[in-house]
């Protein structure tokens, strides 16, 4: 791996800051030039679907029948579910959302091996939020020059009117954005009309209210140093990078020398800054790989098109792998600058290894949860039995020599539908069951009911009758049998007893 060089106004100087050195250097406003290209266009196809999915989702109906949200995707708070079409997640299975975040993770992982920073470069929700913002404002302010004399110029009334409704269509979007995230935890329609007639809750405001800004913040003010300064993932995406990642690169065995386009005996590089110009992070990517690097591209789409104008051949940036730059470079160095070095450079390059130790075993890895989730919702069980003995007191003496214990029973179903079961008790001492509300058919069996996409809770006494041995602890098992007698659901517990 190559070193990662700072920028220029943040490189140490080697020595303590003097009386008149501040300690730390002011913000320099980057201003990123319109670019078009074949990266340009496959990131406005994942912003136009990452934005479209994020604002449109919450507007997808499902029928899921009487009393329960018809809405495709929703956190239903007040009911504890978690919705997401035909699947259904309760709070007891919230270790199926930990198995998406691992895998999230190590999709991640992979992708950075493979591809470098390619999440931060094109679907980030900071780059895609920040990509809108400055389209927004390229649109009302003009391209680079534009917007750099206008923040330079005074403040005229034309300045005034841009700058408006620049922040004007900002705040518009960041309170769409606001409201499409309140809309994951409320009905769309109905949140939508209570927040435009007055009449939502105060939670729903303040969470309008805390997306709004942070979506205005973040996008149209803090930008890059959301990605150089707050988010982590730079500072240890290096340890997921190897000789065979695709990282954006300059390929300096070709470009250096740099000189004017007629120069003789100079690289393809022409010093044209343009790649610095459209970078959405203000660096260049000739200094090699750098923490401020997002992995966008557009430096590729700028010098690409310069390449163009000048009749060379395209590619002096490029997604390369530090194995292939080596490669060109011992192959090159040799050599005068030709048309014969950017060939015998090409030349050696060799495929990227996709196929390597490392993404073998993230393959690995996430093979092996994606079995584990398949497995666990495979056998997930739609009717699910807890059993709570009382522990005060213990076991209670009756007056005709009996014991008895209370037990406290939930049943939870998690179908639409509310099936009758069957509970029975087994246990090798003579228990008799008693459960309140509830219609006995038979010796230790009881007929509950069951509420649709709920929990039932029911109040248990078994007894031991009087002269019966005693034991201080007996094992018991309750268990849910469906209509054909089938074992739904068991739990175990004991029975207490004076010793």
Known sequence: MTSIPAKDHLKPTGAAPGPDQPLYATRQKVYPKAVSGAVRRAKWTVLALCLAAYYLVPWLRWDRGPNAPGQAVIVDMEAGRLHFFFFEIWPQEVYYLTGLLILGALALFAATSLFGRVWCGFACPQTVWTDLFMWVERLIQGDRNERMRLDKGPWTAEKWRKKVLTHGAWLLISAATGGAWIMYFNDAPTVTRDLLTGQASLNVYFFFG?????????????????????????????????????????????????????????????????????????????????????????????????????????????????????????????????????????????????????????????????AIMLGAWMLRQTVTLSVIRDRAPLFVTLSDGGVRNAYTLKIANKLREAPELTLVVESPAPLQLNVQEAEAIGPNRVRVTTRADGITQWRALLTLPAGEPTRESTPVTFRLLDGRGRTVESHGSVFLGPQ
């Open 210 to 370: 805390l997306f709004t800004a942070s979506t205005y913040l973040l996008a149209g003010w803090a930008r890059e140093q959301v990605c150089t300064y707050m988010c982590p993932w730079p500072r240890f995406q290096a340890a997921m990078l190897d000789e065979n990642s695709l990282v954006v690169s300059y390929r300096d065995w070709r470009g250096e020398p740099r000189g004017k386009a007629k120069a003789e005996g100079v690289g393809d590089c022409v010093d044209c800054r343009a790649c610095v110009n459209v970078c959405p992070t203000g660096i260049d990517i000739r200094d090699g790989q750098q923490l401020e690097c997002i992995g966008c591209g557009l430096c590729i789409d700028a010098c690409d098109d310069i390449m163009k104008k000048l009749g060379r051949p395209t590619g002096l940036i490029a997604f390369e792998t530090l194995t292939n730059l080596a490669a060109s470079t011992a192959a090159t160095r040799a050599m005068p600058v030709s048309p014969a070095r950017c060939a015998k450079g090409m030349e050696v390059r060799r495929v990227p290894k996709l196929i390597r130790p490392r993404t073998l075993l993230y393959a690995g890895m996430l093979s092996v949860v994606v």
